[in-house]
């Protein structure tokens, strides 16, 4: 199966006459398995109609920044949102200029500024417009910013020149991507045991303790350290996610029972990282009938005992110690208090995120983080859960190997 399956890709095409291959790259992306939306410029236009491309893709073509219909819903976002990745193909060197001056003057300009997706650049003019000294400054600018280019290739040019500037043919595009989806090994060999989703702490055979913690993330985890090549260990609470392929997964609902599949997961792993969120308490007594509201008395007094600290006491071990990553959910003074679990509990690291903050932690499909470990710390911007999952278990790798 190819790494683009399942991706979202987002084709930018902008005036030049290289504009009639993007119709086969449209269809070499959809063999691979991706989705692909269009936006064309106005100079696009002028080469190739909008009709071609949404026959091809399966989806409207987008033209216009203020387009009515699209904007009642704040279109231009909504895709910005959607990209996994942007490719412009062609990229013209007016493409390139308005880029390197942060110019959001159409609605393709505006979703390079508007998304987190990876952008990628295929350049398509003239050799000496390659060669100018104008455009070699902005692509080291655009080169600065992490703007990946694929191309130009030389040769003979629709203008009778012959040197650098033709855009790379669509096949050679269409495999460019499907190395930037195609997940490096970095785990390759290893053993990781992920705990995730909350825990529940019975009261009576009906209630419980729990929390918000859905399980997205130490899910997204699994799955991204799967693709790297480790053999994961899924220890989840009660979660309703789907297993990611070819993970081991365990299922428990307690603290205690956690615990114990944590400590055996750990004799056998290279890195432990613990995302679950386990209750700090549960109750000392567990009624063995359903506790009955009694109408005498307006309040109840329920005792509760502390959990173990899970993640502490794998980061504690003399013997089999794996490299161990925890996470700190706070709603006030992030980084403060995760800096202090960090060296309170011995970890290697410390994943912070701020649960209270909107669109992101608990039981949502984005997260905000900031790594953090004895050498500093690294904030990663919003993203989905499954991106940032990808970033955090090559962080991951890399500090556990530096070790």
Not at 131 to 158: C, K
Not at 181 to 209: C, N, Q, Y
């Amino acid at each position: 199966m190819s790494s683009l399956a399942g991706k979202r890709i987002l084709l930018g095409i902008s005036g030049g006459i290289a504009a009639y291959k993007s119709a086969d790259l449209v269809r070499r992306l959809k063999e691979r398995g991706a989705e692909v939306r269009v936006v064309m410029t106005a100079g696009a236009r002028e080469f190739v109609t909008p009709l071609t491309y949404q026959a091809l893709s399966g989806n409207p073509v987008h033209t216009d920044l203020l387009d009515p219909a699209a904007e009642a819903a704040m279109g231009h976002i909504e895709l910005a949102k959607w990209a996994q990745l942007i490719l412009i193909a062609p990229a013209s060197a007016q493409l390139l200029a308005k880029l390197a001056c942060g110019l959001a003057d159409d609605l393709l300009t505006t979703l390079c500024l508007a998304s987190e997706a990876e952008l990628a650049l295929a350049p398509a003019m003239n050799q000496a417009m390659w060669r100018h000294a104008a455009t070699t400054a902005n692509v080291q600018t655009l080169r600065d910013r992490g703007v990946l280019f694929w191309g130009p290739a030389a040769g003979s040019q629709a203008c009778g020149d012959l040197g650098p500037g033709r855009m790379l043919e669509p096949d050679a595009l269409a495999t460019e991507a499907e190395s930037l989806f195609r997940p490096r090994r970095s785990l390759a060999g290893k053993r990781v045991a992920i705990t995730a989703g909350p825990t529940r702490e019975a009261l009576d055979p009906v209630r419980f303790l729990s929390n918000h913690s859905s399980g997205k993330m130490g899910f997204a985890l699994a799955a991204a350290a799967e693709r790297a090549g480790a053999e994961v260990t899924l220890i989840a609470g009660p979660v309703n996610l789907p297993t990611p392929p070819r993970v081991k997964r365990l299922d428990v609902t307690g603290a205690l029972e956690m615990r114990d599949a944590a400590e055996r997961a750990a004799d056998l792993c290279d890195i432990f990282i613990a995302a679950a969120a386990v209750a700090d308490f549960r109750p000392a007594e567990v009624a063995q009938q359903k506790i009955k509201k009694r109408e005498d008395k307006v309040e109840e007094t329920l005792a509760l005992v502390k959990n173990p600290d899970i993640v502490a006491g794998i980061a504690a071990r003399t013997k089999l110690r794996p490299f161990t990553v925890g996470f700190a959910a706070e709603t006030e003074k992030v980084i403060e208090h995760a800096q202090g679990k960090l060296a309170r509990k011995k970890l290697d690291m410390i994943i912070a995120n701020d649960v209270s903050a909107p669109d992101s932690g608990f039981d949502s499909d984005r997260n905000a983080v900031t790594v953090i470990d004895a050498t500093g710390s690294e904030a990663l911007p919003p993203a989905l859960k499954t991106e940032l999952a990808g970033q955090l278990i090559e962080i991951i790798a890399t500090r556990a190997q530096a070790q």
